[in-house]
Each structure stands twice: as structure tokens, then as C-alpha cells.
């Protein structure tokens, strides 16, 4: 959605139209940011061969179908697409139709249905040079303006006030996504006495439906399911426990705070792809999900966050203020609308 959000901003007029599954969070985030959501059957590809696998054209038929339906309905005039269930029918649908593709990839490694679209398409964007896409042109992530603009030091009292913790003293924000981890929420609260006792403040937000108990004490331990606005909890944090998906690896360099990345233990590694960028450069610590525990954080993580002079390095290192994607997006697809409203009869 930050992409919308970006296209708004230049045409507030612009008629835009999320499709999504009810898998994950689509139907809970999307209209939420204020744009309409149209549902249609997901097309999950099976790495087995089973039934599943078996299924899957007529699936993918039918969500073709749905998809097309949604943009004859409104009278689409481009198809943007970011990968995942819904991508591959939207792209197939547009294709029919003689609609402009535009395909953006945030993973260093490409899914399934952008691979296949950016054979269809010319119109193909990257998250980084690395990525191998045919046509690709490297432009960043589209990231919302309260982070792509954050100045943490400007907003860090503010945002460490709006959490209850102290104005002064390191700390660590804990995050596995929305979703939460299991294994990064048991390794930290495990070492909690141990991060207190050497002075490190927690904020850690456990994911919906995720419990983490923590006693009080001092300094505090703040737990929290869900930060609806990130930017505070990035200006409150000096350093950061999270997965490394595309978006947060993003975010966490737009914003210039280090972290400790924890890949998502999946077939292909893409998460550790995402993150081996920043790590070689010194802006952050890689570790596997299954040698994250509470010994980890006592013997490797605490010494980098009770080091302020480290921190500040890897800061530094981590820095990557670019041109925003967004727009570099928007005025693209634009230009293909115009070009098409031109050229038509």
C-alpha cells in the first residue's frame, strides 16, 4: 500500500483497487490504509507433487477468471504487481486485456510469479542491483513517508515517552513482524534479567495473539502486541532483533538503525538474502534461527548494545537515504497511462 499511498500524493483523483486473498493480512490492512479490496481465490504452488500440485491450473483458471472480472469491473488501465498468491492471475488477467504490467520485486530473490511476469513485461523493478530479473531496474523499496523521512534523534524522546521508557540508556526493540516469532520472543524474554542488569531497556512487540510474560523491573521491559505506527518504535530503539524480510530490511536502512537479523528458516533462503547486504557491509549481525537463544543474546548482543561507539558504527553503516521508490514507481506508471490514453483509437 505504500505504493498507493505514493500514487495518491500525485493524483488524489487516482482510482486504485488492492486484490488480495484471505490468506495472511489483506483483508485486515488494506482497508484499514483506506483503499477497496477485492477478493479472489489464491493459487499457492506446491513444491510436492501431490494433489495440491495436481490443482493446480484449474485453480489458477478460476482465480484468472476472478481477476479479470475485478478489472473489467474497473475499467483498469494498468496492473501494478508485487509478487505472491494474487500476482500471478492479476498478471495473466492484465495480459489478455492488452494492460500495461508493471512488476516490482522487493526479495533479493525473486518468487515464482515475478520471474515469469517480468518475461511478459519490460516494465520490471528491483529492490537492488543484485536481483536477477530480466528488464530490471533498480529503484529501493516504496516505503510510507513516516519512515522514509524519520529523524530518530528529532523524534526519540517523544517516542520513548510514548512507550514508558527512560530518555536515556540503550535500547533494543524486538520485533517479529505482525505475526510475531516464537523464537525471537523466547530468546530475549529468556536473557530479560540479563539485558536488565547490564542496563538495556526492552520494547518488544510479541505479535498479535502472542503471549510474552516478563516481570517487572527495572530498567523496563515493555511488552506490546502490535505498533501500528513503526516509526516510534524506531526512533525510541538504538538496535533491533527482527527477521529480515524485504520491508524490514528496508526500513531498517531508511532509518539507519542496526539490528540483529534472524532469517525465516524457508526453502531458498530469501530472507538471509535480504540481509547479507548490510551484514558484509557492518551494518548488521546475522544469526540462525536455531542458534538464537538466551545465550546468544547474553554473549554476542548484549557487548554490541552496551557499546555505544559500535552501535553508532553500525548506524552509519546501515545509512541508505535513496530516492524515494515511490515515486520513482508513480511517475512510471503515469507515464504508461498517458502513453496508453494517447495511443488509443
Not at 501431490?50 to 469491473?73: E, I, K, M, W, Y
Not at 489478455?96 to 518468487?111: D, I, S, T, W, Y
Not at 540479563?194 to 512487540?205: D, K, M, P, S
Amino acid at each position: 500500500m505504500n505504493f498507493a499511498d505514493a500514487l495518491r500524493r500525485v493524483e488524489p483523483a487516482a482510482e486504485i483497487i488492492a486484490l488480495g486473498t484471505v490468506r495472511g493480512l489483506d483483508t485486515t490492512l488494506i482497508p484499514a490504509r483506506g483503499y477497496p479490496l477485492e477478493l479472489i481465490p489464491p493459487v499457492p504452488l506446491s513444491r510436492k507433487l501431490n494433489r495440491a500440485l495436481l490443482q493446480t491450473p484449474v485453480r489458477l483458471r478460476d482465480s484468472v477468471r476472478a481477476a479479470g472480472a475485478v478489472l473489467d469491473h474497473a475499467r483498469a488501465e494498468i496492473v501494478v504487481g508485487f509478487g505472491g498468491y494474487v500476482a500471478m492471475p492479476a498478471y495473466l488477467a492484465a495480459r489478455r486485456r492488452g494492460l500495461p504490467v508493471v512488476v516490482h520485486e522487493a526479495n533479493a530473490k525473486p518468487g515464482v510469479a515475478n520471474r515469469v511476469a517480468a518475461n511478459m513485461t519490460t516494465h520490471v523493478f528491483t529492490a537492488t542491483r543484485n536481483v536477477r530479473l530480466a528488464h530490471a531496474a533498480a529503484i529501493g523499496i516504496p516505503l510510507r513517508r513516516a519512515i522514509s523521512g524519520l529523524d530518530r534523534t528529532v523524534l526519540r524522546d517523544t517516542a520513548r515517552r510514548r512507550f514508558g521508557l527512560r530518555p536515556d540508556g540503550p535500547v533494543l526493540l524486538v520485533t517479529g513482524g505482525s505475526q510475531g516469532a516464537e523464537a525471537i520472543n523466547g530468546a530475549v524474554s529468556g536473557a530479560a534479567a540479563t539485558l536488565r542488569a547490564n542496563g538495556v531497556q526492552v520494547l518488544h512487540i510479541s505479535g498479535q495473539g502472542r503471549a510474552v510474560e516478563v516481570p517487572d523491573g527495572d530498567p523496563p521491559y515493555v511488552v506490546v502486541p502490535y505498533v501500528s505506527e513503526m516509526q516510534y518504535a524506531y526512533a525510541a530503539a538504538d538496535f533491533a532483533i527482527c527477521r529480515s524480510g524485504a520491508m524490514t530490511c528496508a526500513e531498517l536502512a531508511a532509518v539507519g538503525l542496526p539490528a540483529a537479523y534472524v532469517p525465516l528458516p524457508m526453502r531458498g533462503g530469501e530472507q538471509r538474502l535480504n540481509a547479507v547486504p548490510v551484514v558484509n557491509a557492518g551494518g548488521a549481525l546475522l544469526v540462525d534461527d536455531a542458534d538464537l537463544d538466551p545465550a546468544w543474546i547474553e554473549t554476542i548482543l548484549i557487548p554490541v548494545l552496551t557499546d555505544s561507539q559500535c552501535i553508532a558504527m553500525m548506524s552509519a553503516r546501515t545509512l541508505a537515504r535513496t530516492p524515494d521508490a515511490g515515486d520513482v514507481l508513480t511517475r512510471h506508471v503515469l507515464t504508461l497511462i498517458a502513453e496508453r490514453r494517447a495511443s488509443a483509437p
